[in-house]
């Protein structure tokens, strides 16, 4: 029997991989400063897999997010017209993490509403379309 499939399509195994991957790029994270280590996993559309982890520097502001270094890995390999299918984020810290408001925002200039995002909570594995935690996010046609 076929193994049933998530709503956004990927099976139990993929997510698993995705969650995993999220763990250990969390192990590269730069945070001297916070100790808060983040990870992330993006899937585009065409199977590949980009990961990341949060960088931060002494201006605070300029801190990149684990979701934004794994997204601008994938654009900068795979070209502009990568698009994300799923995105996995986790902590070394063992607190809930989901993508914060900015980097929101960046999954849906290269995602689209139904991009689901897989994270931790303070209850433990969470998940929901991108559409749920960005309702009114900005998207901008440009063709």
């Not at 400063?33 to 201006?59: H, P, W």
């Not at 654009?75 to 900015?102: H, M, Q, T, W």
């Amino acid at each position: 029997m076929p193994e049933a499939t998530h709503p956004s399509g990927l099976s139990a195994a993929k997510i698993a991989e995705l969650r995993a991957l999220a763990t250990q790029a969390a192990g590269s994270a730069y945070a001297p400063y916070s100790k808060f280590r983040v990870g992330s996993a993006v899937l585009l559309e065409d199977g590949r897999i980009f990961t990341g982890a949060n960088i931060e520097n002494a201006s605070y502001r300029l801190t990149l997010c684990a979701e934004h270094t794994a997204i601008a890995k994938a654009v900068s390999e795979a070209g502009p017209k990568a698009k994300i299918r799923a995105v996995a984020v986790d902590n070394l810290n063992n607190s809930g993490s989901f993508p914060c408001g900015p980097c929101r925002q960046v999954i849906l200039e290269f995602g689209n509403p139904d991009t689901w995002i897989f994270a931790p909570s303070d209850k433990g594995p969470e998940e929901a379309a991108l559409s749920t935690l960005l309702p009114f996010g900005f998207h901008l046609e440009t063709e």
